[in-house]
C-alpha cells in the first residue's frame, strides 16, 4: 500500500464536481485515509506551491487556490502515486486523455480540477502540510 496527497481544487468545488471526482477514485480503487473541506490563506497556498514560486503563473495560481473551498485528501492504494497521476491526466485539460479527471471536469490550465503528489518525496511533504499526525490514524 503506498499514500499519496490530492486536492479537489476551488473550481472544482464550486462547479459542484467534488462528489463526482470522489466517485472516479472510489471506482479507480482509491481509499480515503483522510480528508478535509478547507479554505487556505494566500499565505497557505504559497507554501503549499513553495517549488513554483519562480514560475510565472506563481501569483495567479496561489489566489486561485485561495479563491474558494478545496478539499484535502490522503488516498491510500497500491501504486497511489502513479496511479493517481494517470487518473488525473495532463497538466492542460487540452492535452488530458479521455476518461480522465482533467479532461472531464477542468477548464483551463490553471483551473484544472485536481492536484496530485508527483513523487514520493513531495506526497510525505504534502501530506505533513496539510494533515497533523493524529488524523492519521
Ligand atoms: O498539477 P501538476 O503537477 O500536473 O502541474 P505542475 O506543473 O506541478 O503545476 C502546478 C499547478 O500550477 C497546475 O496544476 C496548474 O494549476 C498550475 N499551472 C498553471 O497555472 N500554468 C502552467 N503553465 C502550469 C501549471
Ligand atoms: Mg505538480
Partial sequence: MQRTFSIIKPDA???????DILSEMDKAGFKIFAIKKMFLSKTQAQGFYA??????FFDSLTS????????????????????????MGATNPANAE????RKQFAGSIEENA????????TAAFEIGYFFAGYELV
Fill in 13 to 19: 468545488v464550486r462547479k459542484g464536481f467534488a462528489a
Fill in 51 to 56: 517549488v513554483h514560486a519562480h514560475r510565472p
Fill in 64 to 87: 486561485f487556490m485561495s479563491s474558494g473551498s478545496i478539499i484535502a485528501m490522503v488516498l491510500e492504494k497500491d501504486n497511489a502515486i502513479a496511479d493517481l497521476r494517470k487518473l
Fill in 98 to 101: 479521455a476518461g480522465t479527471i
Fill in 114 to 121: 485536481i492536484h496530485g503528489s508527483d513523487a514520493e518525496d
